[in-house]
């Protein structure tokens, strides 16, 4: 039998809106030694034999955007390669690195400064088709809009119910240090905030933020030699849904359900609403807390919205959900996938502090990136 692959050191830096006293290699560095430290571990053979990272070329300004952080993650001592996706794609391909046998001990690592670009959306617009898409002026932003309105009217959800999720998440991200968002809202301040691309309103939206996480993976023979509290990855999956906007359902996710089916089965979860302690979604907007949470078999089709407003996804509740204040909170659109694993991590091993969800076995870590949640990855982690 193939060892598991355990997470045996995280870190992350503190997400801001302009990290303008830090470049992004300064970033990547802060979190890399992080890990190392943590682990006592150096690069070459039989320390950190491989690296996996996650980065952007339009976002860094520059082609190539792994190549200036090279050395940081020890690529002249081995290989390492680029996931320009969500950067749990990144996790995940390291993971495989390491049930494979390529590598014993990889490194990850993801960065993203949203404050450099003049305009996130002018970025995003670059995701579409140059022939038709991208001549009616779509972006991330208004593909998100389009797929709001088509969901609350598929199945009648009330205003309230997304808004709800906005404050679970601010009340968790009060508790979490490396939020960039922490103060509360109410229902009627997200209600109320500046209406930025109908229906969504500016607090319903998530903020430009700089960031960088790091994690090191390895074997099951090393990791416990490593880690007093490795996190075992028992599960992952992912999955694209179609590249026009208009050949999707977008009142619902095909391609988070099967990302997620695949996760399950290959973690032998068959009810997740029972099994899961908790869950980290990397909804960037209000409405897809509701959306995701159906799609991935928490509540059926268009009951999310009364599940959420019932407080059963809060902290101390039944399925807390977003314990760290979530993407909503704040955490780049590349690396926010890799801040729910990290959360996921740090609540496994029970070092969350105020926000700890009692007795926390089993997580389920997500991310997505495309347009309308076109491409989806989904983790399962656990501590045992």
Same mark, same amino acid.
């Given at each position: 039998?193939?060892?598991?692959?355990?997470?045996?050191?995280?870190?992350?830096?503190?997400?801001?809106?302009?990290?303008?006293?830090?470049?992004?290699?300064?970033?990547?560095?802060?979190?890399?030694?992080?890990?190392?430290?943590?682990?006592?571990?150096?690069?070459?053979?039989?320390?950190?034999?491989?690296?996996?990272?996650?980065?952007?070329?339009?976002?860094?300004?520059?082609?190539?955007?792994?190549?200036?952080?090279?050395?940081?993650?020890?690529?002249?001592?081995?290989?390492?390669?680029?996931?320009?996706?969500?950067?749990?794609?990144?996790?995940?391909?390291?993971?495989?690195?390491?049930?494979?046998?390529?590598?014993?001990?990889?490194?990850?690592?993801?960065?993203?400064?949203?404050?450099?670009?003049?305009?996130?959306?002018?970025?995003?617009?670059?995701?579409?088709?140059?022939?038709? =898409? *991208?001549?009616?002026? &779509?972006?991330?932003?208004?593909?998100?809009? %389009?797929? $709001?309105?088509?969901? @609350?009217?598929?199945?009648?959800?009330?205003?309230?119910?997304?808004?709800?999720?906005?404050?679970?998440?601010?009340?968790?991200?009060?508790?979490?240090?490396?939020?960039?968002?922490?103060?509360?809202?109410?229902?009627?301040?997200?209600?109320?905030?500046?209406?930025?691309?109908?229906?969504?309103?500016?607090?319903?939206?998530?903020?430009?933020?700089?960031?960088?996480?790091?994690?090191?993976?390895?074997?099951? =023979? *090393?990791?416990?030699? &490593?880690?007093?509290?490795?996190?075992?990855? %028992?599960? $992952?999956?992912?999955? @694209?849904?179609?590249?026009?906007?208009?050949?999707?359902?977008?009142?619902?996710?095909?391609?988070?359900?099967?990302?997620?089916?695949?996760?399950?089965?290959?973690?032998?979860?068959?009810?997740?609403?029972?099994?899961?302690?908790?869950?980290?979604?990397?909804?960037?907007?209000?409405?897809?807390?509701?959306?995701?949470?159906?799609?991935?078999?928490?509540?059926?089709?268009?009951?999310?919205?009364?599940?959420?407003?019932?407080?059963?996804?809060?902290?101390?509740?039944?399925?807390?959900?977003?314990?760290?204040?979530?993407?909503?909170?704040?955490?780049?659109?590349?690396?926010?996938?890799?801040?729910?694993?990290?959360?996921?991590?740090?609540?496994?091993?029970?070092?969350?502090?105020?926000?700890?969800?009692?007795?926390?076995?089993?997580?389920?870590?997500?991310?997505?990136?495309?347009?309308?949640?076109?491409?989806?990855?989904?983790?399962?982690?656990?501590?045992?």
């Amino acid at each position: 039998m193939a060892e598991r692959v355990g997470i045996v050191a995280v870190a992350q830096t503190r997400f801001e809106s302009h990290k303008w006293n830090q470049r992004f290699q300064e970033m990547v560095w802060e979190v890399v030694k992080s890990v190392r430290d943590q682990t006592g571990l150096s690069f070459g053979k039989g320390q950190i034999d491989n690296a996996v990272t996650c980065s952007d070329d339009f976002f860094d300004c520059r082609t190539i955007s792994d190549a200036p952080i090279g050395d940081l993650v020890g690529a002249h001592y081995g290989s390492e390669e680029k996931a320009s996706q969500d950067g749990i794609q990144a996790l995940f391909y390291a993971a495989a690195c390491v049930a494979s046998g390529h590598s014993e001990i990889t490194i990850v690592v993801g960065h993203c400064k949203e404050s450099q670009a003049e305009s996130r959306n002018m970025i995003t617009h670059c995701a579409f088709d140059p022939i038709f =898409s *991208r001549q009616v002026g &779509l972006d991330y932003l208004n593909a998100a809009a %389009l797929q $709001a309105r088509m969901y @609350y009217e598929c199945f009648g959800v009330p205003k309230e119910a997304p808004a709800m999720a906005v404050v679970r998440d601010r009340k968790h991200g009060k508790l979490n240090p490396y939020a960039q968002i922490q103060n509360e809202v109410s229902v009627e301040e997200v209600l109320n905030s500046k209406m930025v691309c109908d229906p969504l309103r500016e607090m319903e939206i998530y903020p430009v933020s700089d960031g960088a996480v790091a994690f090191i993976v390895a074997r099951e =023979s *090393r990791a416990k030699k &490593l880690c007093k509290k490795p996190v075992w990855i %028992l599960g $992952a999956g992912n999955c @694209y849904d179609a590249y026009f906007l208009g050949d999707r359902k977008l009142w619902n996710s095909a391609s988070l359900k099967l990302a997620g089916k695949r996760a399950y089965d290959m973690a032998g979860i068959k009810n997740p609403k029972k099994e899961l302690d908790l869950l980290e979604l990397s909804a960037g907007y209000s409405y897809e807390e509701l959306l995701f949470l159906e799609a991935l078999g928490i509540c059926n089709p268009g009951k999310a919205g009364a599940y959420v407003m019932s407080g059963a996804t809060d902290l101390g509740r039944e399925l807390p959900v977003n314990t760290s204040g979530g993407k909503l909170c704040g955490s780049p659109i590349m690396i926010s996938g890799m801040a729910r694993a990290a959360e996921c991590v740090i609540q496994l091993r029970g070092e969350a502090g105020q926000r700890q969800v009692e007795g926390a076995k089993t997580a389920l870590a997500h991310g997505t990136t495309g347009p309308a949640g076109q491409h989806h990855c989904v983790m399962i982690l656990s501590n045992r």
